[in-house]
């Protein structure tokens, strides 16, 4: 059994940073294509940040510059620091998981197999 389980978001002033983490059980994040998606209220998930195979980065334009994707896989987590936040970033983001054989990028978050609960990111103006 597979556990995805995001923490770190809460209300922060546009500006400002936070980390999000994603901690996963029953499985090694090393065998798996990792990425983070979001989704505002109203509008559709989509893809932010994502790692491949070896490891090679993707972002969506909106957060380049501003977000970082990292995982520590002695600590099998996922991580996404973001800074510079601004109030466009509000969303509930996701963590999710896929074994990098089945599928791995950004475009589609039907092809990830393990979510996490999700954890809610309010960015204040």
């Known amino acids: 059994v597979v556990l995805v389980e995001e923490s770190g978001g809460g209300l922060v002033q546009a500006g400002g940073s936070l980390e999000l983490s994603c901690a996963v059980s029953?499985?090694?994040?090393?065998?798996?294509?990792m990425a983070w998606f979001r989704q505002p209220p109203g509008k559709e998930r989509e893809g932010v940040a994502g790692?491949?195979?070896?490891?090679?980065?993707s972002y969506v334009d909106s957060v380049k510059g501003r977000f970082t994707i990292s995982q520590d896989n002695a600590k099998n987590t996922l991580y996404l620091q973001m800074n510079s936040l601004k109030p466009e970033d509000t969303a509930v983001y996701y963590c999710?998981?896929?074994?990098?054989?089945?599928?791995?990028?950004?475009?589609?978050?039907?092809?990830?197999?393990?979510w996490g609960q999700g954890t809610q990111v309010t960015v204040s103006s």
């Open positions: 029953g499985a090694a994040i090393s065998n798996y294509c």
């Open positions: 999710a998981a896929v074994p990098c054989r089945d599928y791995y990028g950004l475009e589609d978050p039907r092809k990830y197999r393990y």
């Open positions: 790692l491949d195979y070896d490891g090679t980065t």
